[in-house]
Structure formats: C-alpha cells, structure tokens
Nanobody
Framework: QVQLVESGGGLVQAGGSLRLSCAASGRTFSSYAMGWYRHTPGKEREFVASIIGSSTYYADSVKGRFTISRDNAKNTVYLQMNSLKPEDTAVYYC????????????WGQGTQVTVSS
C-alpha cells in the first residue's frame, strides 16, 4: 500500500509561482513512475507531468512553465509551477505507478491551486 500526501497548493496571482510536493510512503519509491494530474469541475481529469526514472514528460499546456522533479532520498516528487495562468486553476493530484503494467494505481487526496487574474 502506498500513501501519497500532496501539499503546497494555494492562491496566487497570475504570473506567480507555486511548488507542489507529494510525499510518498513505500520502500521502493525510486522505482515508481510518478505523475501530476489536475481536475477542474466540469472537465476531464488532465495529465500535467510525469517522471519515470530520470525522464520527464509534460502536457503541451504547461511545457516550459512547469517542472517535475523527485528526491528519492525524501520519497518526494515536486511540481514547480511558474508563470501561472488563471486556466491553471484546478485541484492537483499526485499519482504513483508501482509496476510497469499497473498504470497509476495510487492517488493522493489533491491540493487546490487557484490563480487569480
């Protein structure tokens, strides 16, 4: 069982920055693929970014503004969000994939990010 706890959300003005953190339990965190997704009411859940080993992947909508990283010693994955836009407002979820064929099988509770114009 893996528990994921997100933190770092909040209210920020457009153009500002936030850093989300996701602390994970589990002894083999370094082997997990980790991802960030976001959800806005009335819309589908949207992929934001993922990190698999040292490889990173981003949605086109955040490329160049967001950076995903991980600290395996701290069992934590981060999402640095710069140049935030009102359309980035959403609940952000951390997800973990603990096996190559499992997909994202663990999810955090989410953290709200609100960007004011």
């Amino acid at each position: 069982q893996v528990q994921l706890v997100e933190s770092g959300g909040g209210l920020v003005q457009a153009g500002g920055s936030l850093r989300l953190s996701c602390a994970a339990s589990g002894r083999t965190f370094s082997s997990y693929a980790m991802g960030w997704y976001r959800h806005t009411p009335g819309k589908e859940r949207e992929f934001v970014a993922s990190i698999i080993g040292s490889s990173t992947y981003y949605a086109d909508s955040v490329k160049g503004r967001f950076t995903i990283s991980r600290d395996n010693a701290k069992n934590t994955v981060y999402l640095q969000m710069n140049s935030l836009k009102p359309e980035d407002t959403a609940v952000y979820y951390c997800a973990a994939s603990t096996a190559p064929t499992s997909g994202y099988n663990y999810w955090g509770q989410g953290t709200q990010v609100t960007v004011s114009s």
